[in-house]
């Protein structure tokens, strides 16, 4: 293995703000944070909604919340809404004329989900699902509201969710996600699409006749990594293919002219943190074209304002609101911060002429807050959390590796002791194709915050290494049927940039990960004895019998450009399995017993293994659980466990 110690450019972020006990382990029970999702804004610009919820490590899964409506000049709040007590808010939707809201409300006792349409303090429940549903959109025409909606759903949408139990007839009747509308004066909820097809995304046709959306047929969690783009008729629901490229596909959106439909395209491992070019094809059918070829940044939503064509993206370590020119190209950036941000429809939610933006950003010492206002300028229009933030030195290290530009964030203490040394945590992100922003952690379910890291006394470094978004479809795809070579080359090369630009102990390094982070963590122990400690969430330890188990093998095709079945080759030679005698490093392995992404078996596998060898670990199976770790009391003992392991022979 080669190590480059070349740093190029060090950039350095520092987030000042209220003191914090940098030196004190966090308390049991952390500080409650306000948190706010499924952001709106009306046409007009003059408010805003979201979901809000007070969040604690004893609610972190599954929180009720309320519907707060809010000023975007001030933030005041003009509107409080809760109309169903026993639902948990999903999705919201303002009317063209900003006078409706529709909101999506599961009641998961019940099973059912209720579409509602809000007019002031008038409630009316357009119809109620036995099932699941998603994204609500008004028609143009504004006589009817579309969401797609599972009927009799078996578990929540997505890969990412516990699977059901693998019994009796193994595949059969998988769950149909469809587009279904409802008219705004009163009917039944049809069901627009056929049953056979499973839709991911989807928006409305300017002429309200009909949909594009991305789909494919079978298993809806899956086939997504095959998905292609169709048409749906609103009075048939007759399919028509629009475009089958030889890349992963997302966020379709029709021009205005009704002639041309947009969709984020590229090489993409997971339904969620998608990103990629954008492209174009013709409505009728066609070839797409790439819009952005070289663009270094990742472009991850696209709404259309107007005849005006709005994107976000992810520019190296940047989150962006970019507008395109008139002839859909030269993006140009509107507004760009070093922190996670997100809206319901992409990243930042658009008035309808453009020019006042909202969102909710986060980073790693500012909790979520939401900002508004003219896009270029966007402030903070809520302070709920105010009294959360934590002062950190927080770097945007960037280094050299193979030839290649490679950044990552390293988070550490604002002050600290002359002469002290520190242990120090890498981090390495999901996916591969996904990216590290700046995040405070309100999201418990993959790891615990940075800042109470730091405050156990780490340095926390968290890679972007080739594969991941933030610099272009040439970085995302460097790692094609390359798993665990330059990838894993940029990491430790960044592990060495990182201890020229802080007091970090080389001698007391310590690597996490959770999915294909886990995996680089299992791959890591068996290539290095660098690392001190080592944990292993939903890790892959051997391809060969991860293929035949997993519920969404057709992932990996675009990766390896061919099955297991075909090249058995290329998918043994980056399993960990197969260097397993090479590892000294105490290792803990942790996974949810329903994970369909990547099976229990892969953490009992390694966890056999390492005993088999004398190595010391340790295996936690949270039940119920599937590829993230929701329910409260797993979370609760996650956010122990951890900590607990690295402080045992890292010493902090």
């Given at each position: ?115 509602l349409l809000l007019r002031g303090e008038h409630i009316t429940t357009l119809a109620t699902l036995q099932g699941i549903a998603s994204t609500p959109r008004f028609a143009p025409d504004g006589r009817s509201l579309a969401v797609l909606a599972t009927i009799a759903a078996k578990k929540k949408t997505g890969a990412l969710e516990a699977g059901v139990p693998q019994v009796g007839d193994i595949g059969a009747e998988p769950d149909e996600q469809r587009i279904a509308v409802v008219a705004l004066d009163g009917g039944e909820l049809r069901l627009v699409s056929p049953p056979d097809t499973y839709v991911y995304e989807y928006g409305w046709t300017p002429d309200s006749k009909g949909f594009v959306g991305t789909a494919a047929k079978g298993d809806g969690d899956n086939n997504w990594w095959i998905a292609e783009l ?423």
């Open positions: 293995m080669s190590c480059f110690r070349h740093l190029t450019t060090l950039a350095c972020i520092a987030v000042i703000a209220a003191p914090a006990a940098a030196a004190e382990a966090p308390a049991a029970t952390a500080p409650p944070v306000h948190t706010y999702s499924a952001l709106v804004i009306t046409p007009a610009g003059d408010l805003v909604a979201s979901v809000e919820d007070v969040r604690t490590w004893e609610n972190a899964a599954e929180p009720h919340g309320k519907i707060v409506v809010r000023a975007v000049h001030d933030g005041r709040v003009v509107e409080t809404l809760d109309p169903c007590a026993t639902c948990r808010y999903s999705a919201l939707a303002w009317s063209a004329d900003g006078g409706a809201l529709a909101v999506l409300g599961t009641d998961a006792a019940a099973g059912t989900t209720q579409i169709d048409g749906f008729d609103l009075a048939t629901g007759a399919v028509r293919r629009i475009a089958k490229p030889d890349m992963q596909v997302s966020m379709p959106t029709v021009a205005p002219d009704g002639r041309h439909v947009m969709f984020v395209g590229g090489l993409m491992s997971d339904f969620g943190p998608t990103a990629g070019d954008v492209y174009e094809v013709a409505a009728g059918g066609g070839v797409p074209v790439d819009m952005t070829p070289g663009f270094r940044g990742s472009f991850d939503s696209l709404l259309w304002r107007g005849k005006h064509l709005y994107a976000s993206a992810v520019i190296v370590d940047r989150a962006a609101l970019l507008e395109f020119d008139a002839g859909g190209h030269a993006p140009k950036i509107l507004w760009s911060a070093p922190v996670t941000a997100s809206a319901a429809d992409g990243k930042v939610a658009v008035s309808a002429d453009g020019r006042t933006g909202a969102s909710v950003t986060e980073d790693f010492g500012h909790a979520p807050r939401i900002i508004a206002g003219a896009i270029a300028g966007m402030l903070p229009i809520t302070h709920d959390n105010d009294g959360l933030t934590v002062d950190l030195d927080v770097q945007s290290v960037r280094w050299k590796s193979d030839g290649l530009d490679v950044q990552g964030w390293l988070v550490g203490p604002a002050s600290r002791p002359p002469g002290k040394r520190y242990p120090m945590i890498v981090h390495v992100h999901g996916g591969p194709s996904a990216v590290v922003l700046p995040s405070f952690g309100t999201d418990y379910s993959a790891y615990t915050p940075m800042h109470e890291w730091v405050a156990r006394g780490y340095y926390m470094f968290l890679p972007n290494p080739r594969g991941s978004f933030g610099q272009g479809a040439q970085f995302t795809s460097a790692n094609y049927r390359d798993f665990g070579g330059g990838d894993f080359r940029d990491i430790m090369s960044g592990v060495d940039a990182a201890e020229k630009a802080a007091p970090i102990d080389d001698h007391r390094l310590g690597i996490h990960g959770h999915s294909y982070g886990g995996f680089m963590t299992m791959w890591a122990v068996t290539r290095t004895n660098r690392f001190r400690a080592a944990i292993a969430g939903a890790g892959l330890s051997n391809w060969i019998s991860y293929y035949g188990l997993n519920g969404i093998d057709t992932w990996m095709i675009p990766f390896f450009g061919a099955s297991m079945y075909d090249d058995p080759a290329a998918y043994r030679a980056i399993s960990p399995l197969e260097s397993i005698k090479q590892v000294h490093t105490p290792t803990l392995l942790y996974t949810g017993e329903f994970d369909v992404e990547v099976p229990a078996s892969q953490s009992f596998e390694f966890w056999h293994a390492l005993r088999a060898m004398g190595v010391t670990t340790e295996l936690h199976v949270y039940p119920g659980e599937g590829h993230l770790i929701r329910q409260a009391e797993h979370v609760t003992d996650l956010r122990r466990r951890l900590p607990e392991w690295f402080d045992r022979y890292l010493t902090p």
